[in-house]
């Protein structure tokens, strides 16, 4: 028998006639049956260890907590926050359930549609839950996405961007959280469902139905149109919390129309029914989302519906000067920074905030209105030596003419 003949593998003892190949080491040899049973506990380690890591990377805590964080951000909306804390809450804990071989039970997604004027804070509230849960957030557009074959953006793109805001590591992507703003605007223009290809309403609802439901997608790496060599990034969509908001601009009728508020005749008196008209939208249920041209289908694929309340004069000066990040503090912060001691009285506050309700300029408005008032100072004051700024209500109104104003309307 031949020296060849002899040689066996070093862990299993396999002859080499009875291997397909056995590989010399050193002092050892090594049989391709050991060679795959070795690539599987390594790969398993691995996946293991990455999970192990993200784990301890989400910082999880129980809906309470979620929304004693979001309040410290957000003023009111008490009911979207509940609903939104409950929802994420169990969103991560889907994800962090251990396989039990025993335990069949699947828990499915919870993904959040939020219908609110614009300027509610749709946004903030998203944006706010992916800052403590410390994963990553991605913003996208609805208005921009097409089918497949159009020009625009791809819905796969929507990926690409999560892609980004995780350093493309794709195991932390598919943890993350993507807000689409603006659903309300691919909602289908008539009641019929289309036989043709709608490129930007209904056909665009029918490509996010695999995406929110769970999915692998492969996604080009840098966005915009596929071509047949580019490199793909395969992302699993199954894991991703998606959370949906529009205005839904007209919504009310539907709901005022389900709720008979024009109702005619005899004991057709709303007095009893308590229904706050001024409103309507803590009412909204998924038929009205039908009815406003939403497919069935993609409302389905986002069970939990919310809704956000318009702000009143109340809110918006709490928004001024409550939250951790308040306008108010941002600018303080920012004078601050040049050794300025900055100072706002409380008529100048209420001035302003009479302006955002009597423009109907919302929370963004706020904003807006103080960047207008303050410019000047933050122009001047940086190379002068003055160390205190107090606004007064005489000097808001001196700032904030009539044809600011509109200007601030007409962008709104």
Do not use: W
């Amino acid at each position: 028998m031949s020296k060849e003949e002899n040689l066996e593998c070093s862990f299993c003892g396999r002859k080499k006639a009875e291997t397909d190949m056995l590989i010399a080491g050193m002092d050892a040899h090594i049989c391709d049956k050991c060679i795959e049973q070795a690539h599987g506990i390594v790969q398993e380690e691995i996946s293991e260890a990455k999970s192990s890591s993200l784990s301890e990377d989400l910082i999880l805590k129980k809906p309470l907590e979620i929304k004693e964080f979001l309040d410290q951000y957000i003023i009111g909306q008490l009911e979207t926050k509940r609903a939104m804390s409950v929802a994420v809450y169990n969103h991560y804990k889907r994800l962090l359930q251990t396989k039990d071989d025993k335990d069949d039970v699947e828990i499915e997604k919870s993904n959040i549609v939020l219908v609110g004027e614009t300027g509610t804070g749709k946004t903030l509230v998203a944006k706010t839950i992916a800052r403590m849960l410390n994963v990553p957030f991605a913003i996208v557009d609805a208005t921009v996405l097409t089918q497949a074959g159009y020009v625009g953006e791809d819905v796969e793109s929507i990926l690409s961007k999560l892609l980004q805001a995780a350093d493309y590591d794709v195991e932390k992507a598919q943890r993350g959280i993507i807000f689409i703003d603006e659903i309300d605007k691919i909602a289908r223009k008539g009641d019929n469902p289309s036989i043709t290809r709608d490129v930007s309403g209904e056909g665009v609802q029918q490509a996010l139905l695999k995406l929110l439901e769970g999915t692998v997608v492969n996604v080009a790496p840098k966005g915009g149109r596929k071509h047949p060599d580019q490199k793909f990034i395969e992302v699993d969509t199954k894991e991703i919390l998606f959370i949906a908001g529009g205005a839904f601009s007209g919504i009310e009728r539907s709901i005022s129309k389900r709720l008979n508020m024009q109702a005619v005749g005899f004991g057709a008196s709303l007095e009893d029914d308590n229904v706050d008209e001024e409103n309507l939208l803590q009412y909204i249920i998924p038929s009205d989302l039908k009815a406003f041209g939403l497919i069935p289908e993609i409302i389905g694929r986002l069970p939990v519906l919310s809704y956000m309340n318009p702000l009143d004069a109340k809110t918006l000066r709490a928004i001024l000067t409550e939250p951790k990040n308040s306008i108010i503090k941002q600018y303080a912060k920012l004078f601050s920074m040049d050794g300025v001691s900055f100072s706002i009285d409380e008529d100048a506050l209420n001035y302003i905030v009479d302006k955002a309700v009597e423009y109907k300029l919302g929370a963004r408005g706020l904003r807006s209105l103080c960047e207008a008032i303050f410019t000047d100072a933050m122009f001047d004051l940086p190379s002068s030596n003055v160390k205190e700024f107090n606004v007064t209500k005489e000097y808001a109104e001196e700032k904030l003419s009539n044809s600011t104003l509109k200007k601030l309307k007409a962008a709104s």
